[in-house]
């Protein structure tokens, strides 16, 4: 059974910064891309960082890049998210899957950036 288990998320101020985590079972987890999702209320779930299998290539989504780091350790089937100078916009439950395959989704970790 595939399974991805999100945690790290929290209440921090304006200008703060979280590492989230997400560790995989049921699946090669060093063969596939990872990516973090956000979903914000009343709005539509996006991706917000993806990383390539070996953790050589990554990508961003314009609004967090230069504050947010997608990291991997295979050896630990889990995929990091690291945060700064984090934003109020930033507030959303957050998830992870593999960007190629339709994954059920966890149950996410919440974010909140709020003073």
């Known amino acids: 059974q595939v399974q991805f288990v999100e945690s790290g998320g929290g209440l921090v101020h304006p200008g703060g910064s979280l590492r989230l985590s997400c560790e995989g079972s049921?699946?090669?987890?060093?063969?596939?891309?990872m990516g973090w999702y956000r979903q914000a209320p009343g709005k539509e779930r996006e991706l917000v960082a993806d990383?390539?299998?070996?953790?050589?290539?990554?990508t961003y989504r314009d609004s967090v890049k230069g504050r947010f780091t997608i990291l991997r350790e295979n050896d630990k089937n889990t995929v990091y998210l690291q945060m700064t100078s984090l934003k109020s916009e930033d507030t959303a439950v957050y998830y992870c899957?593999?960007?190629?395959?339709?994954?059920?989704w966890g149950q996410g970790t919440q974010v909140t950036v709020s003073s």
């Open positions: 049921g699946i090669k987890f060093s063969a596939y891309t």
């Open positions: 990383i390539s299998s070996s953790g050589g290539v990554t």
């Open positions: 899957r593999r960007t190629n395959i339709r994954d059920a």
